[in-house]
């Protein structure tokens, strides 16, 4: 709306008179806002409603308005108040000059986070929840809870360990403890993991062939691109829980639509679990470890995101889930999905 | 449940024959997490099962059977599987050595966090929302926007200073930009500011005598210990959004339940909004001016609370507003504590 200087001082007239009108309803002293004469207000309200950042006062004496005017107790006579205050507010918020124009929005981002109610009734997206966690935030357990209850796959660390394991082992090299910090267990070693195959549809001669891509790549890097592959694959078929893996950062530039989350919780929350896990551990040496893991998730993740691990502007959201509780986590991104009501959607 | 070593080998028997199960109905040779001999693999099974942090291993490999158990195709046999795999995961949850075991929650953050669907049913506190923001995030406009369809009242710096500057008036003395950062318009600054009295119902005097119980304080420390009282007199009274003003760590300190949300987006985003808020501001100055205030907003809020301004841990919840939107943020909250669907609660 373009509206003119003209359309522009009929609304500081307008916000000007509320206020008076809400004085004359409390009877008292208390409650203007605009205290001197019309005109004057009048005139820097109208300057105030064309100017860039000083606009933004018109917001606060706005809102000191509102905090007023639902405080009149006669009901017929607050209602008729908010009725103006609202009016004012709508045409207020329209200038192309106000404090409420302009978005923070990037349309990228904003397109692939499922979080965003428009975007996941507008297509038919796989439900991918990418969680990345500090050590001792019970992040995990959150995941892996999370997945029980939308009764969807849960890949993990040792899970994608195993799966590259497998590969490795058909190519007779050896890529043990390849991920860096991923640990991996005689179990899981030893286990064929080809039920990840079954999942992902793809032969294991593909998979070889896929691998074979990165032939010159030290072992890290083509662990990480094989893994990016593997990710990108599964974003296709199915809906999935997915912890770590730069996962998030991976499909944001595949242009893949999920939700990332990153959860956290307070280093002594965190030291008190880490001691709860690993008997034997005391405080000092909990301290010590949590500061390292944490050094080292950082260096990788920034390492192949180029993005700063844990800054709450690279995720969706960030839950701190001490204040919580794991299963309070999981109840609380259900609720945030949507799914908090359907306790069985599909087996 | 104190669980026997007997009770827990018989349930590693019972993993190890429901791999052997779903292995069976998929017919094929993928499928086997535990392809080794029976007695083996209950017994490494029984032994994680009573070790942390091994333990989590069991995690993965239960993880692994679901997903596989969930491709079976006839209805009744995957049914019966998954019957059979939520059973099992149920009695190795309860183990007292379960991955499951212990929480990460902090009972006082939590019995303060108004995000929390047990807290918000079981009592009538206020519903008071702490907003943190990095600036050109857009949360400022999120906050008075959630204020304005909750019909709650907000409360910002500009508001606050007016208070305060006026509280100071009457002492004939002058605090003008004592909260450092907080701009003060000439029109808040001249206006009365008392609608504020209204709404706390505390005489001037009250405040007067209050605020004499920080002299020997300097001029800043008065302000923010100042605003700390009314803040909390505030939430035994009205619902309200409050920006900023280290609310969250006061509030929390005088164990008000509260939700404490943190509003950021990329630097590129918020240069971009900088901009366009500040006509006349270039990339480079903007990218200064930005990283000059995120600096000061962290010396504040760090020296009075003494916790780290924007790190995730320290908040209900981050939230980026680059990936919803200014409108999508709003939204998103609404949906969080349930007041999506109730368009209009009070007036």
Partial sequence: MAATKEEIKELAEHIYDLDAEVYVHLGSSLGRVFNR??????????????????????????????????TIEDKEERAMCMTEYNRILNEVMSLPTSFASGDVIDPILAKLNSFNVANRFSNDDHLIICISWTYGSGGIDVGFKLADKLHINYYDADIFAAVLKRLDAEKDKTIRDAAGYAHVSEELQQSPASEFEAVTHMSLKDHIKYFSRYHGLNRQDAVFFNQSDLICDMAKK?????MGRCADAILT???????SIYITAPIEQRIQRAIEVNSGLDRKKARHFLKKLDKKHAHYYNFYTGRSWGNANNYDLCINSASYGIDGTVDFILRMIGRDKDKKKSE
């Fill in 238 to 242: 199915e809906d999935f829980i997915i």
């Fill in 253 to 259: 530039n595949n242009g893949i639509p999920h939700i």
């Fill in 37 to 70: 004469d019309r005109e004057r207000c009048v005139n820097e309200l109208t300057e105030l409603l064309t100017t860039r950042p000083q606009g933004h006062l018109v917001r606060s004496e706005l809102g000191l308005i509102a905090n007023m005017a639902r």
